[in-house]
Nanobody, 124 residues
Framework: QVRLVESGGGLVQAGGSLRLSCQAS????????MGWFRQAPGKEREFVAT????????YYAYSVKARFTISRDEAKNTMYLQMNNLKPEDTAIYYC?????????????????WGQGTQVTVSS
């Protein structure tokens, strides 16, 4: 059974930082791409960042580029999202997602598995 468990969310002031983690189990972590998405109240779930199976290719949403960094640790079956210079508009539930295929993708439909999400709240 595939499990994706996010952690690291919380309340932070604008300009602060958080690091989200996604612990994966039950899948071939090293061969699949991973991604982060987020959903703010009243809005659709949107792409944030993705990383391919090698850890070399990454893509970011324009709104987070240069502030967020996605990475993965094969030894720990864990993906990370380092979020710096957070803004109130970053407030959302952040979801971890996994693909069975290795190429990084930005569309929700390309992902096979999803975590339950972790809340990130940025106060102004």
């Amino acid at each position: 059974q595939v499990r994706l468990v996010e952690s690291g969310g919380g309340l932070v002031q604008a300009g602060g930082s958080l690091r989200l983690s996604c612990q994966a189990s039950g899948l071939s972590f090293s061969s699949g791409a991973m991604g982060w998405f987020r959903q703010a109240p009243g809005k659709e779930r949107e792409f944030v960042a993705t990383i391919d199976w090698t850890g070399i290719t990454t893509y970011y949403a324009y709104s987070v580029k240069a502030r967020f960094t996605i990475s993965r640790d094969e030894a720990k079956n864990t993906m990370y999202l380092q979020m710096n210079n957070l803004k109130p508009e970053d407030t959302a539930i952040y979801y971890c997602a996994a693909r069975e295929l290795g190429e990084a993708r930005t569309a929700r439909s390309e992902y096979n598995y999803w975590g339950q999400g972790t809340q990130v709240t940025v106060s102004s």
